[in-house]
């Protein structure tokens, strides 16, 4: 049996529809609930159904440091003056050699919100950006 890595991920390529937004280091609220309603059945006291009515998914947060790749976000928000566009999200984890790890297409994503750097020369940072999306689930692989 061959040895397998564990999946460890050290980047995210990001594209929308086509557009390739680049490289991040940071990728949060990959994930899904189920909605559950609660009802209680009258005469049958020692029991709550629990009914799953819905999947919520979770906004997809995305950070980087500052670097060439800011204007392909400000150009895909510039896109968007006349009318957002409801577009298809792939992220793929890559590992230190930029191998495929784990990719997740999402299906109707939304921009909800760029967060650029705060600039301060009391307090030397990396300059980092956040993009925000939002979406309505998963499409198969």
Not at 40 to 64: A, D, I, Y
Not at 72 to 83: E, N, P, Q, R
Not at 85 to 93: D, E, F, G, M
């Amino acid at each position: 049996m061959a040895d397998v890595d564990p999946a460890v991920s050290v980047c995210f390529s990001v594209t929308i529809d086509n557009d390739d937004l680049g490289t991040f280091i940071s990728c949060e609220g990959l994930g899904v609930e189920v909605v559950i309603e609660q009802r209680e059945e009258g005469g049958f006291n020692g029991h709550v159904w629990q009914l799953p009515t819905r999947l919520k998914f979770t906004n997809v947060k995305l950070s980087r440091p500052l670097g060439p790749d800011t204007v392909k976000i400000t150009k895909w928000f510039a896109s968007m003056t006349t009318g957002v566009k409801r577009s298809t999200a792939t992220i793929v984890a890559r590992n230190g050699k930029n191998e495929p790890v784990a990719t997740w297409t999402l299906s109707e994503v939304i921009p909800v919100r760029w967060t650029g750097p705060s600039l301060n020369v009391e307090s030397p940072k990396v300059a980092t950006e956040t993009i925000e999306i939002a979406h309505h689930g998963f499409l198969p692989a």
